[in-house]
């Protein structure tokens, strides 16, 4: 079954780093993007950048540029997003999403979504 | 904010058409594909309409998308209560280099 699987939900302190992780299996995960959407409380999607894992070649939002980095690890078939300094304002649920090969560039597979709460 | 502009809610009651509005601009819709997604409550989206009309394997025929100029549209035809959720519409965007989705559109039965 092809699937992406993220890790679990995380509370986190304003100024705390995090890494939370989107791990692929079921198809050759170096041939196919892998987006991240942010998706705040009660809001809509929002898209954060994308990487292909064959190359690390990776493109970001303007508006989330410098804010996140998104990395992945081929070996562990495991796509990442990462902060070095959380803010309240980063509380949100995060999916990752995988890009079609054969629809353009529509997202057919997705996480289950991981929750991040910045709170004091 | 989204430079994909939707209806924030539509509803319809059962058996009945609903139709929901996306409008873009040249530089997403105008020269891009568009998709649209699914988000049932408390779950995680899922893709509905690709390529501006096509529907993934295994995807309920009641829905159908179009794509005019800058503008697109879903339509349900048939409304069942199983299809409350929130539809986003979404696109390519060659002027922000990045993908962009619409405001999204809360769909009731009524």
């Known amino acids: 079954e092809v699937q992406l699987v993220q890790s679990g939900a995380e509370v986190k302190r304003p100024g705390e780093s995090l890494r939370i992780s989107c791990k692929g299996s079921g198809y050759n995960f170096t041939t196919y993007w892998i987006a991240w959407v942010r998706q705040m409380p009660g809001k809509g999607l929002e898209w954060m950048g994308i990487i292909y894992p064959g190359d690390s070649d990776t493109r970001y939002s303007p508006s989330f540029q410098g804010q996140v980095t998104i990395s992945a690890d081929r070996s562990f078939t495991t796509a990442y997003v990462q902060w070095s300094s959380l803010k309240a304002s980063d509380t949100a649920i995060y999916y990752c999403?995988?890009?079609?090969?054969?629809?353009?560039?529509?997202?057919?597979?997705w996480g289950q979504g991981t929750m991040v709460t910045v709170s004091s | 904010q989204s430079v994909l502009t939707q209806p924030p809610s539509a509803s319809g009651t059962p058996g009945q058409r609903v139709t929901i509005s996306c409008s873009g601009g040249s530089s997403n819709i105008g020269s891009n594909t568009v998709n649209w997604y699914q988000q049932l409550p408390g779950t995680a989206p899922k893709l509905l309409i690709y390529?501006?009309?096509q529907r993934p394997s295994g995807g309920p025929d009641r829905f159908s998308g179009s794509k005019s100029g800058t503008s697109a549209s879903l339509a349900i035809s048939g409304l069942q209560s199983e299809d409350e959720a929130d539809y986003y519409c979404a696109a390519w965007d060659d002027s922000l280099n990045g993908y962009v989705f619409g405001t999204g559109t809360k769909v009731t039965a009524l």
């Open positions: 390529s501006n009309n």
């Open positions: 999403a995988r890009r079609t090969n054969w629809a353009g560039d529509a997202f057919d597979i």
